[in-house]
């Protein structure tokens, strides 16, 4: 919306620019910060006030109220959402995709501009209570969330034929799959080294089962590879029941900054088969490979979550649109392409008193 149609709507000109706002709520780069301050404490609680809380949250000590918004300037008049939430004594403050401020009663000192962010979306919400449909108006799309299917997303898209393919021959693996019992650290290592082969090609061809190890694993091996007799199954027993649970991570074979990469958990009493898993998706075709490299090698093994990621690959998964999730983009001007397939949220104001 332009700014002087804003103006002569609401009365006023947004007191923010977009860029103030975003030095303010995310300067520390941290999900929140906390505040000790009664007067803001007190200016967050009049602005929840205006409004009913979600159904889902109307407890005494933990209630949420969304879709209130923040006007700024941002070359024209754009909005962004609020969400605030108190638990027991605390209220907190959260623009979408910035960082949050948690305010408690107390007096310390905090920069004036905070309370004026909340005198300016008290003063906002009076207009936008007999004004909802601005909202569509203010809402850039670059702030608006959605969800799309992740074939618009990815470079590459597994084959719906290919999938197929994967999938049965891996419920096919299963029916057939013996039962496994002690194993060695030997034995271990060699198992990861069919999938190390597998996902990392001419890199692993040269390296003993070993250095793959060293090489791609999280390397908080727990003393794993300081077992003495790694061809002894009652040495690597004895290991994986009393020492593997040190906090590390020994059966990360390959390592991941965020979250976890895959792991391969060795079969136990409880679990006579290895396990394959993977958590940052950033992997999945690695995974993917590992899996039917064991499946050749007839390793008694389950891939957990195999149709999540291979429904993943396929490009049948969905993606939110800016915000965060297990699978996510921020819409820019670059992805103007995909605009036509995103599925927007329904815009929504506060349930007003």
């Avoid at 209630?63 to 609020?82: D, K, M, S």
């Avoid at 203010?138 to 299917?149: A, E, F, N, S």
């Avoid at 003393?223 to 007799?229: A, C, F, H, Q, R």
Wanted: a positive charge; one cysteine or more; glycine letters at 4%.
């Amino acid at each position: 919306m332009r700014i002087k149609e804003f103006e002569e709507l609401c009365g006023f000109r947004p007191k923010f620019s977009y860029f103030e706002f975003e030095d303010l709520f995310n300067r520390t780069h941290t999900p929140s910060v906390r505040f000790k301050n009664t007067k803001l404490l007190k200016l967050i609680k009049r602005l929840a006030g205006l409004a009913y809380p979600d159904k889902k949250y109307t407890h005494v000590r933990d209630r949420r109220w969304y879709n209130f918004y923040l006007p700024l300037r941002r070359g024209e008049a754009i909005v962004v959402p609020l969400t605030i939430v108190n638990y027991r004594n605390m209220f907190a403050l959260i623009p979408n995709n910035f960082t949050s401020i948690e305010v408690y009663p107390g007096n310390s000192k905090i920069e004036k501009y905070y309370y004026e962010v909340v005198k300016e979306a008290l003063r906002f919400s009076k207009v936008l209570k007999k004004h909802p449909a601005m909202v569509k108006k203010c809402l850039p799309l670059d702030i608006r969330t959605g969800k799309v299917l992740g074939k618009y997303v990815l470079a590459e898209v597994l084959s719906k034929k290919e999938k197929a393919r994967i999938l049965n021959r891996y419920k096919a693996h299963l029916k057939r799959m013996k039962f496994l019992h002690a194993i060695s650290l030997e034995d271990y290592l060699n198992t990861a080294a069919i999938c190390y082969k597998a996902a990392f090609g001419k890199e692993a061809e040269t390296l003993a089962p070993i250095e793959m190890y060293k090489r791609w694993a999280d390397g908080r091996d727990c003393g794993m590879l300081k077992i003495k007799n790694k061809t002894s199954e009652r040495a690597f027993t004895y290991w994986l029941k009393h020492k593997s649970h040190c906090g590390g991570h020994p059966f990360e074979i390959v390592f991941s900054w965020f979250e976890h990469g895959i792991r391969l958990y060795p079969p136990s009493k409880e679990q006579p088969w290895f396990l394959l898993c993977v958590t940052n998706y950033a992997y999945a075709k690695k995974y993917i490979k590992m899996a039917e490299a064991l499946i050749k090698n007839s390793i008694p093994f389950k891939a957990l979550g195999i149709e999540d990621v291979l429904n993943y690959l396929a490009g049948e998964t969905y993606f939110r649109v800016n915000e965060y999730a297990k699978h996510f983009i921020f819409y820019t001007p670059e992805l103007k392409s995909i605009r036509k397939y995103i599925k927007w949220d329904p815009i929504k104001t506060p349930k007003w008193k």
